[in-house]
């Protein structure tokens, strides 16, 4: 069974920082990339960061571009997402999701975690 579970949020200033972690457990093969959503109330989710286990390749969405960074540790089954220069419209709630490939649709996950906030205070 996949579990995923999501970790690091919580309440900063803007301009802060924050790094959220999701350690992955059960997962097998053909599961090749991990990804970052979020959430904000009344929107729909929304791309931030994928990653690939195997050489680590990444992709970003404009709004993060420069001031977010995906990263794993394939000894630790664990994803990272350090988040820059933080600003208000980043507050959601991120998920962390597996899938098969590098993808920023959510529908093509098939594993989630289950979300952690974060607030960004003006």
């Known amino acids: 069974q996949v579990q995923l579970a999501e970790s690091g949020g919580g309440l900063v200033q803007s301009g802060g920082s924050l790094r959220l972690s999701c350690a992955a457990s059960g997962l097998t093969l053909g599961r090749n990339a991990m990804g970052w959503f979020r959430q904000a109330p009344g929107k729909e989710r929304e791309f931030v960061a994928a990653?690939?286990?195997?050489?680590?390749?990444?992709y970003y969405a404009d709004s993060v571009e420069g001031r977010f960074t995906i990263s794993r540790d394939n000894a630790k089954n664990t994803v990272y997402l350090q988040m820059t220069s933080l600003k208000p419209e980043d507050t959601a709630v991120y998920y962390c999701a597996s899938g098969g490939l590098l993808t920023t649709t959510s529908r093509r996950y098939d594993y989630w975690g289950q979300g952690t906030q974060v607030t960004v205070s003006s």
């Open positions: 990653i690939r286990w195997s050489g680590g390749s990444t």
